[in-house]
């Protein structure tokens, strides 16, 4: 069974330029979160979908976008990018069977951001 | 609000001895706890997880946990450490709102294993 795919591993852009990553969930899960990971701030909730609908969002400024797609598929958007947004952002996919159930993580995008 | 803290931002053993991460949580209502492993430049990894049916949890590798109530604590342990447990720890707690995978994570303990 295939894991949570993320592409691409790395990325390097510059200051104000927009940026979409994307993640394959597993086969069969339809929640997917998304986390920001920084040296200073940790681990950080971003959003979740569900079934192509939105249904969490964190405390990230509106510059900070997600979608899911019919597949669920899920890619999030960052425009008018600041090197505070250089990190490693990670998702992570469930089946949504109840507040106990694994999330798969993949093995993030590296984002870093000049 | 849900939160877990995790004391010591590094933790340094030999080979052989016992390994001891530590987390407390703090909850409203009776937590879900997680423990996660990350490995350098790899995503994360279920180690254990803790959903009420037993206090003492096992999970992969030879690590296990025990929840306890009376001290909001879930600390992670195994006998004796090997020097592939070299990586970085997390114990999360899972939120009780409507959405399932809101996880709110400590900030992750880097555990060094000396030969």
């Known amino acids: 069974k295939a894991g949570v795919t993320q592409t691409p591993r790395y990325l390097i852009k510059t200051r104000g330029q927009q940026v979409t990553l994307s993640c394959s969930p597993i086969s069969g899960h339809r929640s997917v979160s998304w986390y920001q990971q920084t040296p200073g701030q940790g681990l950080q909730f971003l959003f979740e979908y569900f079934s192509e609908t939105q249904r969490n969002k964190g405390n990230f400024p509106g510059r900070f976008s997600g979608r899911q797609f019919s597949n669920s598929r899920s890619e999030m958007n960052v425009s008018t990018l600041e090197l505070g947004d250089s990190a490693l952002y990670l998702c992570a996919s469930s089946t949504d069977r109840g507040r106990d159930t694994e999330a798969f993580f993949g093995q993030g995008t590296r984002l870093t951001v000049v | 609000a849900q939160s877990v803290t995790q004391l010591g931002s590094h933790v340094s053993v030999s080979e052989g001895a016992l390994v001891l991460l530590r987390c407390n949580y703090s909850?409203?209502?009776?937590?879900?706890l997680f423990w996660y492993v990350q490995y350098p430049n790899q995503g994360l990894q279920l180690l254990l997880k803790?959903?009420?049916?037993?206090?003492l949890v096992k999970g992969i590798n030879g690590f296990e946990a025990e929840f306890k109530k009376s001290e909001t604590s879930f600390h992670l342990t195994k006998p004796s450490a090997h020097m592939s447990d070299a990586a970085e720890y997390f114990c999360?707690?899972?939120?009780?709102?409507?959405?399932?995978?809101?996880?709110?994570f400590g900030k992750g303990t880097l555990l060094t294993v000396n030969p």
């Open positions: 803790y959903t009420s049916a037993a206090t």
């Open positions: 909850s409203s209502v009776p937590p879900y």
């Open positions: 999360a707690v899972s939120n009780c709102g409507g959405s399932n995978y809101k996880l709110t």
